[in-house]
C-alpha cells in the first residue's frame, strides 16, 4: 500500500511538472500607466521584464491553470512573464516546491514500507 | 578690446551651455506609490520566494552632468508582502527583521559617481535589522524627457527613473535563520529597486 501510494505521489509530481507548469519570469508588476511609460522609455538592449514590472533573476517553473495571466511582451515574445502581486496574496504554485515535498513522501513511503516488510516478515516466522 | 571681450563672451556662454554652473538638483521619492516597484528574492529548492512593496521615501540629490550625487532612502519593514499573510507575520516579527524594534531599512550614500552614459556607481550604508554595512550598488538613473513626461500625464517637475539591483546576506545584519526555515529561506536575498522620483515632491 506505501509503495503505491509512493508511486502515485511520483506520477502525480510528474504529471503536475509536464501537464501544468511553465518556465516564466515572475514579475512584480507595474500598473498600466508605468507601463506606458516604460514603454516610451525604452531603447533597444534594455531589460524587457522591466518595463512591464519588476522581474526575479531567473525564470521559475510555475503551475499556470490559465495561460491569460501571462504576458508575452510585443519588445520580446520569447518571453513569458507572470504578474504576482504579493499584497493581493498572489502565490502560484512552484514545481520545485511540488518535488520538493515529493522526494520527503517518498522517504516517508519508503520508510514505512520497509518497517511494513520487516513487521510482516517477523510475524510470519 | 573687442577680440577680449568676445573671447570671454564666448567662454563664459560655453561654460553656461556645458552646465558647469549647473546646481544640484534634488528628486524625491515616494510621491506615488505606483512609480515605486521594490522586490526582495530567496532561492531553495523548496521555494524562491517573491517579496515586495511600493512604498518608499528619499531623495536622490545631483548634478547628473558632473555625474556627482547622493542619495538616501527608507523602506517601512511593515509594507513587505511576500504573498502570504503568515509569512509576512513572521518576517515582521522579533524573530526575523523586528518591525517594531527596527521600523525601517535604509540606505545612505557615501558616494556616487557616474561610470558612462546612465549607469553609475553608488557606495552607501545600508542598515536593516539595526546593523550598518557598506554596500556597492551598480545603479541605472535615467532622466524623463520633459516631453514623455507630459505625454504620460505625470505630474509637474523633473524626473528620473532609478534601477539599482544588490544582493545582502541576512546573517550580516544579525537576522539568523531559524533551522526550522532553513531549507525554505536562503540566506542572501537579491533586491531591486525601481522607483521614480521628481523634484516636485
Known amino acids: ?125 | 578690446m573687442y577680440r577680449k571681450f568676445a573671447i570671454t563672451a564666448g567662454l563664459t556662454l560655453a561654460l553656461a551651455v556645458s552646465g558647469a554652473f549647473a546646481a544640484d538638483t534634488t528628486y524625491y521619492f515616494g510621491t506615488s506609490n505606483q512609480r515605486t516597484n521594490i522586490i526582495f528574492e530567496s532561492q531553495t529548492d523548496f521555494e524562491t520566494v517573491l517579496g515586495s512593496t511600493n512604498q518608499i521615501s528619499g531623495t536622490v540629490a545631483g548634478d547628473l552632468q558632473k555625474g556627482t550625487g547622493t542619495i538616501s532612502v527608507q523602506v517601512p519593514v511593515s509594507t513587505l508582502k511576500t504573498g502570504i499573510d503568515m509569512r509576512d507575520e513572521h518576517l515582521r516579527s522579533s524573530m526575523w527583521l523586528d518591525a517594531e524594534k527596527f521600523p525601517k531599512i535604509t540606505f545612505t550614500s557615501t558616494s556616487a559617481r557616474r561610470l558612462r552614459g546612465n549607469a553609475w556607481e553608488v557606495r552607501g550604508v545600508f542598515t536593516l535589522h539595526g546593523v550598518s554595512r557598506e554596500v556597492t550598488v551598480k545603479a541605472e538613473v535615467r532622466p524623463v524627457p520633459a516631453s514623455v513626461a507630459k505625454a504620460a500625464g505625470l505630474e509637474d517637475g523633473d524626473w528620473v527613473r532609478l534601477s539599482a539591483p544588490f544582493t545582502i546576506k541576512l546573517s550580516d545584519f544579525g537576522v539568523m535563520i531559524p533551522p526550522m526555515a532553513a531549507a525554505k529561506v536562503n540566506d542572501v536575498w537579491t533586491v531591486k529597486l525601481l522607483a521614480w522620483a521628481n523634484t516636485r515632491g
Open chain 1, 1 to 125: 500500500m506505501a509503495l503505491l501510494s509512493a508511486a502515485a505521489l511520483l506520477v502525480i509530481a510528474f504529471g503536475i511538472d509536464r501537464l501544468l507548469a511553465r518556465d516564466v519570469r515572475l514579475i512584480a508588476p507595474h500598473d498600466a500607466s508605468t507601463v506606458k511609460l516604460n514603454q516610451s522609455l525604452y531603447i533597444a538592449g534594455d531589460p524587457v521584464a522591466e518595463i512591464y514590472g519588476n522581474p526575479l533573476s531567473k525564470p521559475v517553473r510555475v503551475v499556470v491553470m490559465s495561460g491569460d495571466r501571462i504576458i508575452r511582451p510585443a519588445e520580446d515574445q520569447s518571453q513569458q512573464l507572470l504578474p504576482v502581486d504579493a499584497a493581493k496574496g498572489d502565490h502560484p504554485l512552484q514545481v520545485q516546491t511540488v518535488w520538493f515535498a515529493t522526494r520527503y513522501s517518498l522517504v516517508f513511503f519508503l520508510a514505512v514500507a520497509a518497517l511494513s516488510g520487516i513487521i510482516h516478515g517477523r510475524l510470519s516466522k
